[in-house]
């Protein structure tokens, strides 16, 4: 008979899964869309990212959103490097906004003007220095302001 891997954990790990972690899923499949623009690529980096914090959910419990939303976010950011992949083209509204920006100009503007986080908070995900953040930043919010939807 084979052994059952899965692991258990009590009801109220699970519901800290649910109604805590799971609740920054949307702005984890917002973020992995401005890294990758692609939709499909988005997704696995979010499942990914679940996966490998699933192991400290313990540890995470005593821990506040502010802290989660960080770590989920810079996890994802993590697991985006760790993988090599092409982009390629996509049907959403974003893409010709996002496509002619450096990778950390759009995680920048994303982190910053998106999720509302400030630079400090902003260089707890990212490895960039405080100078280069604020220079992507800008960069992105001058894009911003200079273009136009169709």
């Not at 696995?44 to 502010?66: H, M, N």
């Not at 390629?88 to 002619?100: A, G, H, V």
Request: aromatic letters at 10%; one cysteine or more.
């Amino acid at each position: 008979m084979a052994e059952n891997t899965a692991r258990k954990y009590d009801a109220g790990a699970a519901a800290f899964f649910v109604e805590t972690l799971c609740q920054d899923s949307d702005t984890l499949l917002r973020f992995g869309f401005a890294l990758t623009l692609n939709d499909e690529w988005a997704s696995d980096l979010v499942y990914k990212t679940y996966q490998s914090i699933l192991p400290k959910l313990p540890e995470l419990l005593k821990k506040d959103g502010v802290y989660i939303r960080q770590l989920l976010l810079r996890r994802l950011w993590e697991i985006h490097h760790e993988e090599s992949r092409e982009s390629t083209s996509s049907e959403n509204t974003l893409y010709p906004f996002l496509k002619p920006l450096d990778l950390e100009t759009r995680a920048t503007l994303f982190l910053c003007d998106v999720v509302g986080l400030s630079i400090e908070e902003a260089l707890e995900v990212t490895p960039m220095d405080h100078n280069d953040l604020r220079r992507h930043l800008a960069t992105g919010r001058k894009r911003l302001l200079d273009f136009r939807f169709e």
